[in-house]
Protein backbone atom coordinates (compact mmCIF):
# COMPACT_ATOMS: atom_id res chain seq x y z
CA UNK A 1 0.00 0.00 0.00
CA UNK A 2 1.24 3.30 -0.96
CA UNK A 3 2.47 4.81 1.48
CA UNK A 4 2.12 3.64 4.93
CA UNK A 5 2.17 -0.80 5.44
CA UNK A 6 0.55 -3.70 6.56
CA UNK A 7 0.61 -3.02 10.36
CA UNK A 8 -1.97 -0.06 10.62
CA UNK A 9 -5.47 -0.51 9.26
CA UNK A 10 -5.76 -4.01 11.77
CA UNK A 11 -5.07 -1.84 14.56
CA UNK A 12 -8.72 -0.90 14.81
CA UNK A 13 -9.97 -4.70 14.66
CA UNK A 14 -9.73 -4.87 18.49
CA UNK A 15 -12.38 -1.80 18.97
CA UNK A 16 -14.35 -2.50 16.02
CA UNK A 17 -14.64 -5.67 18.09
CA UNK A 18 -15.37 -4.28 21.22
CA UNK A 19 -17.94 -1.79 19.72
CA UNK A 20 -20.03 -4.68 17.94
CA UNK A 21 -20.99 -5.94 21.49
CA UNK A 22 -21.35 -2.88 23.41
CA UNK A 23 -23.21 -0.97 20.83
CA UNK A 24 -25.62 -4.39 19.60
CA UNK A 25 -24.38 -4.38 16.13
CA UNK A 26 -24.58 -7.38 14.51
CA UNK A 27 -21.69 -9.44 14.16
CA UNK A 28 -19.45 -8.75 10.64
CA UNK A 29 -16.83 -10.02 9.16
CA UNK A 30 -14.05 -7.68 8.61
CA UNK A 31 -10.93 -8.46 6.31
CA UNK A 32 -8.21 -5.28 6.50
CA UNK A 33 -6.71 -5.57 3.01
CA UNK A 34 -2.93 -5.10 1.12
CA UNK A 35 -4.33 -2.67 -1.63
CA UNK A 36 -0.75 -3.53 -3.69
CA UNK A 37 2.18 -1.33 -4.91
CA UNK A 38 -0.85 1.50 -6.34
CA UNK A 39 -3.74 1.16 -3.96
CA UNK A 40 -6.11 -1.12 -5.29
CA UNK A 41 -5.65 0.34 -9.13
CA UNK A 42 -4.74 -2.15 -12.00
CA UNK A 43 -1.51 -0.78 -14.20
CA UNK A 44 -2.21 -1.33 -17.48
CA UNK A 45 1.45 -2.04 -18.15
CA UNK A 46 2.71 -3.67 -15.31
CA UNK A 47 1.09 -7.36 -14.44
CA UNK A 48 2.14 -7.22 -10.71
CA UNK A 49 0.73 -4.33 -10.08
CA UNK A 50 -2.74 -5.82 -10.59
CA UNK A 51 -4.40 -4.54 -7.11
CA UNK A 52 -8.10 -3.99 -8.39
CA UNK A 53 -8.84 -7.15 -10.27
CA UNK A 54 -7.02 -9.26 -7.46
CA UNK A 55 -9.39 -7.97 -4.96
CA UNK A 56 -12.35 -8.30 -6.79
CA UNK A 57 -11.59 -11.95 -8.77
CA UNK A 58 -9.74 -13.51 -6.14
CA UNK A 59 -9.86 -11.73 -2.45
CA UNK A 60 -13.75 -11.78 -2.35
CA UNK A 61 -14.05 -15.78 -4.14
CA UNK A 62 -11.45 -16.68 -1.03
CA UNK A 63 -12.95 -15.14 2.00
CA UNK A 64 -16.91 -16.31 0.67
CA UNK A 65 -14.82 -20.15 0.11
CA UNK A 66 -13.23 -19.77 3.52
CA UNK A 67 -15.61 -17.92 5.97
CA UNK A 68 -19.56 -18.19 7.10
CA UNK A 69 -20.27 -15.47 4.59
CA UNK A 70 -23.78 -13.97 2.67
CA UNK A 71 -21.99 -14.61 -0.63
CA UNK A 72 -23.77 -11.66 -2.49
CA UNK A 73 -23.79 -7.83 -2.70
CA UNK A 74 -26.20 -7.94 0.09
CA UNK A 75 -23.81 -8.78 2.68
CA UNK A 76 -20.96 -7.56 1.10
CA UNK A 77 -19.68 -3.50 2.41
CA UNK A 78 -16.30 -1.92 0.79
CA UNK A 79 -14.62 0.52 3.30
CA UNK A 80 -11.46 2.60 2.89
CA UNK A 81 -9.14 5.51 4.10
CA UNK A 82 -7.17 7.79 2.53
CA UNK A 83 -5.69 5.74 -0.41
CA UNK A 84 -8.24 3.57 1.01
CA UNK A 85 -11.15 5.93 0.38
CA UNK A 86 -10.20 6.46 -3.09
CA UNK A 87 -9.91 2.89 -3.89
CA UNK A 88 -13.40 2.58 -2.15
CA UNK A 89 -14.96 4.86 -4.58
CA UNK A 90 -13.44 3.09 -7.86
CA UNK A 91 -14.21 -0.28 -7.23
CA UNK A 92 -17.84 0.16 -6.10
CA UNK A 93 -18.71 2.53 -8.67
CA UNK A 94 -16.71 -0.35 -11.16
CA UNK A 95 -18.85 -2.61 -9.13
CA UNK A 96 -22.15 -2.05 -7.97
CA UNK A 97 -23.34 -5.66 -8.26
CA UNK A 98 -20.80 -6.60 -5.94
CA UNK A 99 -21.73 -4.28 -2.96
CA UNK A 100 -24.86 -3.07 -1.38
CA UNK A 101 -22.48 -0.54 1.08
CA UNK A 102 -19.23 1.37 0.52
CA UNK A 103 -17.79 4.05 3.47
CA UNK A 104 -15.09 6.35 1.53
CA UNK A 105 -12.86 8.24 4.21
CA UNK A 106 -10.71 10.64 3.32
CA UNK A 107 -9.94 9.77 -0.17
CA UNK A 108 -7.73 12.32 -2.48
CA UNK A 109 -9.56 13.39 -4.64
CA UNK A 110 -7.96 16.00 -6.28
CA UNK A 111 -5.50 13.54 -7.19
CA UNK A 112 -8.28 11.40 -8.96
CA UNK A 113 -9.19 14.88 -10.62
CA UNK A 114 -5.76 14.78 -12.02
CA UNK A 115 -5.78 11.77 -12.92
CA UNK A 116 -8.82 12.55 -14.60
CA UNK A 117 -7.69 15.34 -16.56
CA UNK A 118 -4.65 14.08 -17.81
CA UNK A 119 -6.20 10.93 -19.35
CA UNK A 120 -4.49 8.93 -17.05
CA UNK A 121 -1.63 10.39 -15.47
CA UNK A 122 -1.56 11.03 -11.84
CA UNK A 123 2.71 11.35 -11.85
CA UNK A 124 5.91 11.02 -14.86
CA UNK A 125 6.20 7.87 -12.71
CA UNK A 126 2.47 6.22 -12.49
CA UNK A 127 0.24 6.19 -15.40
CA UNK A 128 -3.44 4.12 -15.35
CA UNK A 129 -5.65 3.89 -18.01
CA UNK A 130 -7.79 6.28 -18.89
CA UNK A 131 -11.65 6.96 -17.28
CA UNK A 132 -10.32 5.10 -14.29
CA UNK A 133 -10.45 7.27 -11.43
CA UNK A 134 -13.21 8.71 -9.16
CA UNK A 135 -14.29 10.89 -10.83
CA UNK A 136 -15.03 9.79 -14.76
CA UNK A 137 -16.52 6.08 -12.93
CA UNK A 138 -18.88 8.21 -11.16
CA UNK A 139 -19.98 10.14 -14.51
CA UNK A 140 -20.25 6.42 -15.76
CA UNK A 141 -21.91 5.18 -12.69
CA UNK A 142 -24.66 8.19 -12.34
CA UNK A 143 -25.40 7.39 -16.31
CA UNK A 144 -26.97 4.28 -15.99
CA UNK A 145 -30.06 3.22 -16.87
CA UNK A 146 -30.35 0.09 -14.96
CA UNK A 147 -28.82 -2.04 -12.74
CA UNK A 148 -27.89 -2.19 -9.07
CA UNK A 149 -27.15 1.17 -6.53
CA UNK A 150 -24.80 1.11 -4.33
CA UNK A 151 -25.36 3.00 -0.36
CA UNK A 152 -22.84 5.68 -0.11
CA UNK A 153 -21.06 7.09 2.97
CA UNK A 154 -18.31 9.79 2.73
CA UNK A 155 -16.58 10.65 5.38
CA UNK A 156 -13.83 13.36 6.63
CA UNK A 157 -12.00 14.98 9.20
CA UNK A 158 -11.85 18.61 8.95
CA UNK A 159 -8.47 18.85 10.18
CA UNK A 160 -7.70 16.40 7.36
CA UNK A 161 -5.70 17.71 4.48
CA UNK A 162 -8.12 16.40 2.13
CA UNK A 163 -11.55 17.70 4.18
CA UNK A 164 -11.35 20.93 0.77
CA UNK A 165 -11.12 18.37 -1.84
CA UNK A 166 -13.59 15.78 -0.45
CA UNK A 167 -15.97 18.87 -0.24
CA UNK A 168 -15.47 19.23 -4.08
CA UNK A 169 -16.49 15.85 -4.63
CA UNK A 170 -19.37 16.07 -2.70
CA UNK A 171 -20.67 18.47 -4.81
CA UNK A 172 -19.36 16.67 -7.55
CA UNK A 173 -21.59 13.92 -6.75
CA UNK A 174 -24.52 15.75 -6.18
CA UNK A 175 -24.30 17.06 -9.22
CA UNK A 176 -24.68 13.87 -10.84
CA UNK A 177 -27.76 12.94 -8.43
CA UNK A 178 -25.48 10.70 -6.48
CA UNK A 179 -27.21 10.22 -2.92
CA UNK A 180 -24.69 9.48 -0.45
CA UNK A 181 -24.56 9.95 3.48
CA UNK A 182 -22.43 13.25 4.80
CA UNK A 183 -20.17 12.50 7.88
CA UNK A 184 -17.87 15.52 8.78
CA UNK A 185 -16.13 14.99 12.29
CA UNK A 186 -14.92 18.16 13.75
CA UNK A 187 -11.27 18.40 14.81
CA UNK A 188 -9.79 15.08 13.25
CA UNK A 189 -6.36 14.66 11.03
CA UNK A 190 -5.49 12.45 8.54
CA UNK A 191 -5.91 9.68 10.50
CA UNK A 192 -8.44 6.39 10.26
CA UNK A 193 -7.38 5.75 14.31
CA UNK A 194 -9.00 9.55 14.73
CA UNK A 195 -11.97 8.77 12.52
CA UNK A 196 -13.29 5.87 14.26
CA UNK A 197 -11.94 6.98 17.81
CA UNK A 198 -15.21 9.40 17.21
CA UNK A 199 -17.14 7.95 14.68
CA UNK A 200 -16.95 4.26 14.37
CA UNK A 201 -20.25 3.45 15.78
CA UNK A 202 -22.18 5.88 12.98
CA UNK A 203 -19.96 4.83 10.27
CA UNK A 204 -20.32 0.76 11.82
CA UNK A 205 -24.16 1.46 11.76
CA UNK A 206 -24.35 2.62 8.33
CA UNK A 207 -23.26 -0.55 6.75
CA UNK A 208 -25.08 -2.78 9.22
CA UNK A 209 -28.44 -0.96 8.23
CA UNK A 210 -27.48 -1.45 4.43
CA UNK A 211 -27.50 -5.05 5.13
CA UNK A 212 -30.51 -5.10 6.60
CA UNK A 213 -32.17 -3.24 3.79
CA UNK A 214 -34.74 -5.15 1.97
CA UNK A 215 -33.66 -3.14 -1.07
CA UNK A 216 -29.99 -4.90 -1.27
CA UNK A 217 -31.80 -8.99 -0.95
Avoid at 71 to 93: C, H, N, P
Wanted: hydrophobic share 35%; with cysteine; net charge neutral.
Amino acid sequence: VRPGNDCTSHRLADPIQRLMKSAGLAASIYVFVNGGPVSHYNMPDDEKAQGASVFINELIPHIDRTFRTIADRSGRALEGFSQGGRGTMRLALRHPDVFCSAAAGGGGYATEKRISESGGVESPGLRFSERDNAWDLARNYAGRRNGPSVSWMLYVGTKGFNYENNLEYMEFLRSLGIDFEKLIVPGVQHSAIGMYAKAAEEIMRFHVTNFNNEKFK
